[in-house]
C-alpha cells in the first residue's frame, strides 16, 4: 500500500517533513514498526492526530499491524472525544518517534478489504459518525489521483491541512508515501507558510478554498507559486474570482476536485487540460456518477458507485442502508448537474441546509445545537451557515436564552466539541420561526429579515 516504504523509489534524509521536522522512509518505517508490534492484535487505535511525524507513524503503523486508525481531532473537547472512544471501542495510543524497531510486524500482512482508517465526520443530525475506510479504497483512489494529476515520486507535495481527515491525512499523507513524492507539511495552511515551502522546491500544492482565498489576497506569498507544477483545491466549492485571481497571480489556475469522507475523491479535474472555474472535472476511473433529478431538470442528487467507497458506518447500518438508494448507489447529498457535451461535474449546493461547510470542515448543525441545549441558559438553538467571504460558509447561531452573552455560548461550545465547530455568531431572538408542526424555520433564519 505505501509503496515508497518499500525502497521503490530511494531514500532521502528529507523525505518526510511536518511542521519542521523531518525523516527518512527507512526511520520512519522504523518508528511504524515499533507502533504496529505495540498495538497489533487492538481492535482499532486512537491517535491524537496533531500535526507531527508521531501522527504519521501512528498512521503507518495502524496500517502495517492491520489495526485501524482513529483519528482524534487534537483540539476536541471531552463530548467529542469521548464519543469517538466509546463508538470506535479504540485504546488512545502515544506514539514515541525515537523508538525504533527494524522488525516487520508478527502475524499475517493485512488484507486488502481490511478497515485501515475509521474518520469521524458529521451528518446533519447527532454526533459524528465513524466512516469505515479500507486500505483497498484509499489504495484505489490514491492510484486514480496520481493519474489525474500526473503525481510522481518526482514531485514534491505541500500543504498544512489537518491530519483528521481525507484530505489531509489520505491525500496530504499516504498520497505522498504512495507515490513517492517528498511530503512538506507546513504545520498550518497559511499563506506564509506556503510561500516558504514554494522557495523550498515545492511542485504539488493542496489546499480547502480558504487556504486558497487568503493566498489570493497576498500577493507577495502567491508570487511565490509561480513555480508550482499543480496547484489542487477541494473540500469545499472554489470561489469562481479566487481561481481568476490565483491564475493572474500565480500564472496556474486551480484543478478542483470533488469528495467526501465516505466516499473519497470520486470527480476531479486533469493536470494538462485547462480548468474551468466552478466545476470539479470529470469522474476518476472506475467512479460512475449520475444525476437523480426530477423530469425536466438537469439538475439533482449526485450518486455514485466504486471501488473508493467506505465499508459503512461502524456500530450503524440502518444509517448506512439510508446512505444507498434501492439500486446500490451512494447518496452523496450533493445537488450536481452534469455538462452532457464533455461530463464535466458542477456542485451546485447541499440537499439539506443541515450540513455546513466552514473553512473546510463539514459541520452538522444538529451536533452544535444538541451543545447548545446542553448550556442551562440555552431554552432553543438553531444553527446555520451564512455565505462568509473567507470561510465559504460561517456558523450562526440563533437561540433563546437569558443571562447568558455570545461570548460564552461560543466558549461553551469550543471547549465541548472541536474549535472549528464554535458559532462565529450568535444571534439572540425571543423565539425560533416555526412552522404549524413546531419544526424550526431556518430558512426564514436565513433571509435578510432576520438580521
Ligand atoms: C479561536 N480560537 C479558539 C477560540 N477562538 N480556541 C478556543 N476557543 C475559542 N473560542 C483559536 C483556535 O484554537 C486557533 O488557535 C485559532 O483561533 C484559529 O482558529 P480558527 O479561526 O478556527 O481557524 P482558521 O484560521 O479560521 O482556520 C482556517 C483553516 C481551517 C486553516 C482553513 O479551517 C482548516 O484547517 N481547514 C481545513 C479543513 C479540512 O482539511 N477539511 C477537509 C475535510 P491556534 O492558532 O492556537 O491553533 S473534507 C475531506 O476530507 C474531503 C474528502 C475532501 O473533499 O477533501
Ligand atoms: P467531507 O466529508 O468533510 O469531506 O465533506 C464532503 C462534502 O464536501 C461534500 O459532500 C461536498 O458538499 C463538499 N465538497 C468537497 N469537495 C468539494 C468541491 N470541490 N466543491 C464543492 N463541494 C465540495
Known sequence: MLTALEGTFGDRADAVGVAGRTCSYEELLGAARAVAAEVAGSPAVAVTATASLETVAAVVGGLLAGVPVVPLPPDAGPAEREHILRDSGAHEFTVDFTRRSDRSPAGPAPAPSDP??????????????????????????????????????????????????????????????????????????????????????????????????????????????????????????????????????????????????????TVSGRAGTAPRPGTVGTPLPGIRTRIAAEPGSDIGELQLTGPTLFAGYLNNPDATAAAYTADGWFRTGDIAAIDPADGVHRIVGR?????????????????????????????????????????????????????????????????????????????????????????????????????
Open 116 to 265: 485501515a482508517l475509521i474518520l469521524y465526520t458529521s451528518g446533519t443530525t447527532g454526533p459524528p459518525k465513524g466512516v469505515v475506510l479500507t486500505a483497498a479504497a484509499l489504495a484505489a483512489d490514491l492510484d486514480a489521483l496520481a493519474g489525474a494529476w500526473d503525481w510522481t515520486a518526482a514531485d514534491t507535495l505541500v500543504h498544512g491541512l489537518p491530519l483528521f481527515h481525507v484530505h489531509g491525512l489520505v491525500l496530504g499523507v499516504l498520497g505522498a508515501l504512495r507515490t513517492g513524492s517528498r511530503l512538506v507539511h507546513t504545520g498550518r495552511p497559511t499563506p506564509q507558510t506556503y510561500a516558504e515551502a514554494a522557495r523550498g522546491g515545492g511542485t504539488l500544492y493542496f489546499g480547502v478554498p480558504t487556504v486558497w482565498t487568503r493566498i489570493a489576497r497576498d500577493p507577495a506569498a502567491a508570487a511565490a507559486l509561480t513555480g508550482a507544477r499543480l496547484l489542487v483545491s477541494g473540500s469545499a466549492p472554489l470561489p469562481t474570482p479566487v481561481s481568476h485571481d490565483l491564475e493572474r497571480l500565480t500564472g496556474h489556475r486551480p484543478v478542483e476536485r470533488y469528495g467526501m469522507t465516505e466516499t473519497l475523491i
Open 351 to 451: 440537499a439539506s441546509i443541515d450540513l455546513i461547510k466552514s473553512g473546510g470542515y463539514r459541520i452538522g448543525a444538529g451536533e452544535i445545537e444538541n451543545a447548545l441545549l446542553d448550556h442551562p441558559r440555552v431554552q432553543e438553538a438553531a444553527v446555520v451557515g451564512v455565505p462568509d467571504a473567507d470561510l465559504g460558509q460561517r456558523i450562526v447561531a440563533f437561540v433563546v436564552a437569558e443571562g447568558v452573552t455570545g461570548e460564552e455560548l461560543t466558549e461553551f461550545v469550543a471547549t465541548r466539541l472541536s474549535v472549528h465547530k464554535r458559532p462565529r455568531e450568535v444571534r439572540f431572538l425571543d423565539s425560533l420561526p416555526r412552522n404549524a408542526m413546531g419544526k424550526p424555520q431556518k430558512k426564514l433564519l436565513l433571509s435578510p429579515e432576520a438580521d
